[in-house]
């Protein structure tokens, strides 16, 4: 997701659409959270952290949404240049083709 002015990140109209339950007025709702991890790894995180000017959060969180295929949807979401009609309109169209085709068989 993208980064605003301030570091926060910010979660565009479209996803909020998407994913309510992680926007709240377009800024990403943070938890607190504990977890266990071995501490080579740790120190490989702010090692990464540190070359990338990010903080450790931020790069566990990338490492994360690229596991569980975030990245993907983030990607495809900055690659999507339609508006909502136009989306909708190729949706239905597809929709309409594929119940054409069962009645078909």
Not at 17 to 40: H, K, Q, Y
Request: with cysteine; hydrophobic share 40%; charged share 30%.
């Amino acid at each position: 997701m993208p980064l605003s002015g301030t570091g926060r990140i910010v979660c565009p109209a479209r996803r909020q659409a998407l994913r309510p339950f992680a926007c709240e007025n377009g800024i990403v709702t943070r938890r607190t959270t504990t977890v266990s991890l071995d501490e080579n790894l740790m120190t490989e995180v702010h090692a990464a952290a540190q070359r990338s000017g990010l903080s450790d959060d931020e790069v566990i969180e990338q490492a994360l949404r690229r596991f569980v295929g975030l990245e993907v949807l983030d990607e495809l979401w900055s690659r999507n240049h339609l508006s909502e009609a136009e989306a909708m309109e190729i949706a239905t169209s597809e929709l309409r083709a594929l119940r054409s085709e069962h009645k078909a068989s």
